[in-house]
């Protein structure tokens, strides 16, 4: 069975930054591309960033392009999401998931396994 497990979310003041961690395990990490998504109260859940199953592309929400980066490291089966600049309406609860395919990845329906998701906290 495919597991994630993300970590690093919390409560933080605006402007300030978070790495969240999402850890793989049940299959091959290295052939699947990884994204990132993020889903506030009573809104839908949107795209954050995706990275292919090498590291070489990565694709970003375009309201979130330099803030925020996405990374992995292959070797221990995890993803990260460095956000910076954090905001108020950054709230949320991320979560991660691992892609079908290899290659980067925009659409929820390109994923199919999901973390619990990790609560991103922003104030004011």
Do not use: H
Not at 41 to 54: D, L, N, Q, W, Y
């Amino acid at each position: 069975q495919v597991q994630l497990v993300e970590s690093g979310g919390g409560l933080v003041q605006a402007g300030g930054s978070l790495t969240l961690s999402c850890v793989t395990s049940g299959r091959t990490f290295s052939t699947n591309a990884m994204g990132w998504f993020r889903q506030a109260p009573g809104k839908e859940r949107e795209f954050v960033a995706s990275i292919s199953a090498s590291g070489g592309r990565t694709a970003y929400a375009e309201t979130l392009k330099g803030r925020f980066a996405i990374s992995r490291n292959n070797a221990r089966n995890t993803v990260f999401l460095q956000m910076n600049s954090l905001k108020p309406e950054d709230t949320a609860t991320y979560y991660c998931a691992q892609g079908a395919i290899a290659t980067v990845a925009t659409l929820e329906a390109r994923y199919d396994y999901w973390g619990q998701g990790t609560q991103v906290t922003v104030s004011s």
